[in-house]
């Protein structure tokens, strides 16, 4: 989701009040992705590099995840969405810890469609916590260097469980992933959009899915 500061600088605004309109997008697009066919959305709303911008713009972002969490996950819980979180959400605020915990067994049984928010995630990061936690089961004598493999690693990232995503769609005319499911993107479709964020809806992810629609994809294969 990028863009939110260029929209807000377009209309001589507070960057804050693209976040803000970048909610509302969020809402518009979480809305539009059952009826498109979308089981798992991903939505990278802070990555652990964010931490660097300034102290005023990180305590905003903050502020409106708690909102977001307190004013929507009723919401989503009676639309049948399941909530999951990637990233080091261990090392947020405990009262965000608390609430990204309350939302994820409350909507854990729901199957419409699976919303996983990417909150202070970053690849490196989670492939770093990865192979800690391999040399340490390993260090304990119950992981063998032979047993391995791609889905070792897969079952230690923070996805585990979630398949990988088939289309990532970055938005404001950026086009790089940024540190964003590195190894889960290995084969998803690249969609690059110069719509900015708070500009992005239902239409937007239509267009979207279309152009996927439109790939041929071949894994490797001919
Ligand atoms: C993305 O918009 C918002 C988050 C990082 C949560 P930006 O804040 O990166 O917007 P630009 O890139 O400055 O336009
Ligand atoms: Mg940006």
Redo the contacts with the bound molecule.
């Keep these: ?9 377009a209309r001589h605004l507070p ?1 804050v009040m ?2 803000r309109k ?1 909610v509302e997008a969020v809402r518009r697009t979480i809305e539009a992705a059952p009826d498109l066919g979308i089981e798992v959305l991903t939505l ?4 652990s590099e ?1 931490w660097r ?1 300034p102290a005023d ?1 990180v305590s905003d ?1 903050m502020g409106l995840l708690r909102h977001y969490l307190r004013t929507e996950i009723a919401e989503l819980h009676s639309n049948g969405v399941r909530l999951r979180f990637i990233g080091d959400t261990a090392a947020l605020s405990s009262d965000v810890v608390a609430m990204l915990e309350q939302a994820r067994s409350l909507t854990a049984a729901n199957t419409r469609m699976t919303l996983v928010l990417a909150l202070n995630y970053g690849s490196h990061d989670e492939i770093v916590r990865v192979a800690r936690a391999m040399v340490a089961e390993a260090a304990s004598g119950t992981l063998a260097p032979d047993a391995i493999d791609p889905a070792a690693i897969e079952a230690r990232l923070d996805t585990a469980g979630l398949p990988p995503p088939d289309l990532v769609i970055r938005t ?1 005319g ?1 086009q790089r992933l940024s540190n964003f499911l590195l190894w889960q993107s290995a084969y998803a479709e690249l969609v690059f959009t110069d719509e ?2 708070p500009d992005f809806g239902g239409e937007s992810l239509k267009r979207a899915v279309a152009a996927f629609g439109q790939r041929d994809r071949r894994y490797g294969g001919r």
């Design positions: 989701m990028d863009g939110n500061g260029r929209w807000a600088k960057r693209g976040h970048g990278y709303a802070f990555s964010n911008r713009e972002l404001s950026e900015l964020w």
